[in-house]
């Protein structure tokens, strides 16, 4: 792989715009496609509606395209601890105030969740409650458990020897190829290589590397093959659809299809830096889309099933998206922000203050390692039998480097 030929773009408003239309794809999915939350026994109040947003479920895998591409240029020129803190100070503040305002909101008014218990909660301020066989707070954090897997697996396999573009793409074909032979038989492997997910990730670490080191053609067949499979993989999906479709089940598999083609062919685009944009609105555009992927389910149903009773049903889908994108913003200032900084900032501190984060291991001097050869070298330690003397050998301290602190900048 040839070198950069110029550095990453500190922030391509292009993905902050996707972001905002993937999460509005999968709002739209949820407050049109089920008849919970209005109260009609046969399906949707927005019937015409339907017919379109019954593909918004899809706007998850174009979230997880983005992640990979995200991901790899996040931890570019980072080390482990700081690629861990920010991901940490990214997923975490406004996921714990989604799920206790989830948690007051269902046991406040609950016409179409129940509670969970005080233990479950807490446990789900984890993030881990699918990991352990919890009930999530909120069914849409499924795709979290996904991401910390992902994470997990990025972390182990490139972070921990230092990213390279090398180890992102052995580690991206690698993943997608063990997805393949995943299966029900290996229930551990399944779930952590999460195989009908995995692609999109994929696609998104090679598109990464195409956006930053130019095209080849490893590159390209990868994100074709994560193509291909990513197609066979939601076709296993059955989503939940409107009661009376006018799409037939066939007609329904090509439109998925195609829509799953085109989230591959923009990030394609935005990969060879033929679809970009300057538009730095679109910042708070991004930063609105993980308060409002967090909070919109639950919460919104709610609110609809209370305003239903006074408004019609396309000025209560106004009414609330509109709503819960004020909150998203508010949340996104007054607690995402200000409590990740904090988060940050404690990392730093504990990187710098800590004796022991700081130590590297201990060098043995040349006189030292002679020894040891020497006494390896000896009858009694080639014979077991000989004897089982305990030989000890001089400490010798190596030399101390301090972590680099964490990256003081909002993490991507």
């Not at 996040?74 to 080390?79: C, L, Y």
Request: hydrophobic fraction near 55%.
């Amino acid at each position: 792989m040839r070198a950069p030929s110029q550095a990453p773009s500190s922030r391509l408003y292009v993905l902050d715009g996707l972001r905002l239309v993937a999460a509005l794809l999968v709002v739209g999915f949820h407050f049109t496609i089920f008849a919970k939350p209005w109260g009609v026994p046969n399906g949707s109040a927005l019937p015409e509606l339907a017919v379109v947003t019954q593909f918004g479920w899809l706007g998850v895998y174009l979230f997880f395209l983005i992640s990979g591409f995200v991901i790899c240029m996040s931890a570019e020129g980072r080390s482990l601890a700081q690629f861990a803190t920010a991901r940490i100070t990214r997923l975490y503040p406004a996921y714990w105030f989604a799920v206790l305002a989830t948690t007051a909101v269902v046991t406040l008014w609950p016409v179409v969740a129940k509670p969970l218990s005080p233990g479950d909660v807490l446990t789900n301020l984890t993030m881990f409650q699918d990991l352990i066989g919890v009930k999530r707070v909120d069914v849409v954090y499924w795709t979290l458990s996904v991401e910390l897997r992902f994470y997990l697996l990025f972390g182990v396999f490139v972070m921990v020897r230092g990213y390279t573009p090398r180890r992102v793409l052995l580690f991206a074909a690698g993943w997608l190829v063990a997805s393949l032979f995943a299966t029900s038989h290996f229930p551990l492997l399944t779930k952590l290589l999460v195989p009908r997910d995995s692609a999109c990730f994929v696609a998104g670490m090679a598109l990464y590397l195409i956006y930053r080191h130019g095209s080849n053609i490893y590159l390209w067949g990868l994100v074709g093959a994560s193509w291909l499979v990513a197609l066979e993989m939601i076709g296993t999906i059955t989503p939940t659809g409107p009661v009376h479709n006018v799409f037939s089940p066939t007609q329904v598999a090509v439109v998925e299809a195609a829509v799953m083609t085109l989230f591959f062919l923009i990030m394609a685009a935005v990969a060879t830096r033929r679809f970009a944009v300057g538009w730095r609105w679109l910042t708070t555009a991004g930063a609105l889309t993980y308060p409002l992927y967090l909070l919109h389910e639950f919460i919104g149903w709610t609110m609809i099933y209370h305003l239903r009773r006074m408004l019609p049903p396309w000025a209560t889908l106004l009414v609330v998206v509109l709503t819960f994108l004020v909150i998203s913003w508010l949340v996104y200032r007054l607690v995402e922000k200000p409590v990740a900084g904090w988060l940050r900032r404690r990392f730093a501190e504990a990187r710098l203050s800590s004796d022991f984060l700081r130590q590297s291991p201990p060098v043995r001097s040349s006189a030292a390692r002679t020894d040891l050869d020497r006494k390896a070298a000896s009858p009694v330690a080639a014979d077991p039998v000989a004897g089982r003397q305990e030989h000890s050998l001089p400490a010798v301290d190596g030399p101390s480097l301090p972590l680099a602190p964490a990256m003081a900048g909002t993490s991507r």
